[in-house]
């Protein structure tokens, strides 16, 4: 697997906090547009792409129009890219109110119709709608920079953690409501979704899958780093090796969790993010009847190019078999 250098950035939450919950309200304004599109297994169309300035939507293909929304938070604005133009706003508001108002003013110059639903997701402490949400705010640009080269970092990880498998993968990319990095396998398993939930997480729900991500942090759990749980949860969790120092299980919140801090002490943090990946899939394997043969062997593509098929095949076998 090709080696690339990464930054390595410390993340303080309590540094990060009015910018990530800044963040999370205006990117949600873009990400309602991923509600029209086809529903993918586990809302994997609704993710955003990490780019190397910020995040952005897919491009959204309409009978009038196709158009795209890039918020690029190292340069401070949004941009709304389509075939008749392209208009930028910036980051910079008073309020998310008022931002709101100017990316429907952008949008509708280009032929785009504001989000179908201006409601605020997923945030407890916000109120119901982009349109009531006048809360002063300033921007970080310092905070926004940690922000991107963190997100970076674990992309880089959790792509080549999830190249080689063989199910059904989403895009990597951050959940614009939970505001999470994640990178799920799902397999074709029907489960029970939690009673009780609302309607977009029993959705979620209603299959098996593993999930691996980043998040900055809450406010009820004021620690970044990387996360990963199995669906449905099997037993037998607390006993595993997660495969990285620092990596522990956290059975309260059902989660197993690698703080950023142990990740950064690593020789090589983004191959440490896919050893902690292969290590959760290790335990689907072991624990909840996850098949072993539908993960390849982990290389690049040059070395695809020039390799005979029976060599592949070789690394396959010595690889189900432990050698």
């Known amino acids: 697997m090709s080696q690339r250098g990464t930054a390595r950035p410390d993340l303080d939450y309590e540094q990060l906090a009015p910018t990530v919950d800044y ?13 029209d599109e086809p ?8 993710v955003l792409d990490v780019t190397p300035r910020g995040l952005a939507t897919r491009t959204f293909r309409r009978p009038d129009t196709s158009f795209q929304v890039h918020y690029g938070l190292l340069d401070g604005d949004v941009r709304i890219e389509s075939d008749r133009g392209t208009r930028a706003l910036s980051l910079r508001h008073d309020s998310v109110a008022s931002f709101y108002t100017a990316f429907c003013d952008a949008a509708h110059d280009l032929g785009v119709d504001p989000p179908d639903s201006p409601l605020i997701c997923e945030i407890p402490s916000a109120p119901a709608t982009f349109e ?4 002063p705010r300033t921007w970080d640009p310092d905070a926004a920079r940690l922000m991107c080269t963190a997100w ?6 959790l792509e080549a953690w999830q190249a080689p498998y063989l199910g059904h993968r989403p895009r990597v990319g951050v959940m614009w409501g939970g505001f999470d990095l994640s990178a799920t396998r799902w397999r074709p398993q029907r489960t029970t979704p ?37 669906w449905p949860q099997p037993d037998g969790l607390d006993s595993r090796d997660w495969g990285v120092p620092g990596a522990t299980w956290n059975p309260d919140a059902g989660l197993v969790q690698l703080p950023w801090p142990a990740l950064l002490q690593t020789p ?11 290590a959760v899939y290790a335990a689907a394997v072991d624990l909840a009847g996850w098949p072993a043969d539908w993960v390849c062997p982990r290389v690049d593509g040059w070395y695809m190019s020039r390799t005979p098929t029976e060599r592949v095949q070789q690394l396959e076998r010595e690889r189900r078999e432990g050698g």
């Open 23 to 35: 963040v999370n309200r205006v990117v949600q304004v873009g990400g309602k547009y991923t509600l």
């Open 39 to 46: 529903f993918e297994v586990g809302w994997g169309n609704v």
């Open 132 to 135: 009531e949400d006048r809360a």
């Open 152 to 157: 970076n970092l674990a992309t880089a990880g």
């Open 194 to 230: 939690t009673p009780g939930r609302p309607a977009f997480q029993q959705n979620a729900e209603l299959h098996a899958y593993v999930s691996v991500g980043f998040s900055f942090g809450t406010p009820d759990a004021p620690h970044p780093g990387m996360y990963a749980y199995i």
């Open 268 to 278: 090589d943090p983004v191959h440490s993010v896919v050893t902690f990946g292969d």
